[in-house]
């Protein structure tokens, strides 16, 4: 089992940055991969980011390609979303996800359905 919860979340303004967090427990932090999803109201659940278990590969949904970054710290047992020059579409809700047994990018990382954990979700709400 894997517990996962995500803060940093809030209302910030088109140009403005926020920081997300996702706190993990329940199981070694290092052993798999990540993911940042998000969903806005009446959308479905879409693929924001990835990074393997050592941080030494990502990947990007193009809408966030250079104004995001996803970081891990393992000793902290902690994902990071580092969001940058924010666009109103950029509201959602944002979740970190698990897959099970995924130490590398070597799955279909931008599919929901790969991921077996998820946190409860942060709110960014970006405003013009």
């Known amino acids: 089992q894997v517990q996962l919860v995500e803060s940093g979340g809030g209302l910030v303004q088109a140009g403005g940055s926020l920081r997300l967090s996702c706190a993990a427990s329940g199981r070694t932090f290092s052993d798999y991969s990540m993911g940042w999803f998000r969903q806005a109201p009446g959308k479905e659940r879409e693929f924001v980011a990835a990074i393997s278990w050592s941080g030494g590969s990502t990947a990007y949904a193009d809408s966030v390609k250079g104004r995001f970054t996803i970081s891990r710290d393992n000793a902290k047992n902690t994902l990071f979303l580092q969001m940058n020059s924010l666009k109103p579409e950029d509201t959602a809700v944002y979740y970190c996800?698990?897959?099970?047994?995924?130490?590398?990018?070597?799955?279909?990382?931008?599919?929901?359905?790969?991921?077996?954990?998820w946190g409860q979700g942060t709110q960014v709400t970006v405003s013009s």
């Open positions: 996800a698990v897959p099970t047994a995924r130490p590398l990018l070597d799955y279909e990382f931008a599919r929901p359905d790969e991921y077996d954990y």
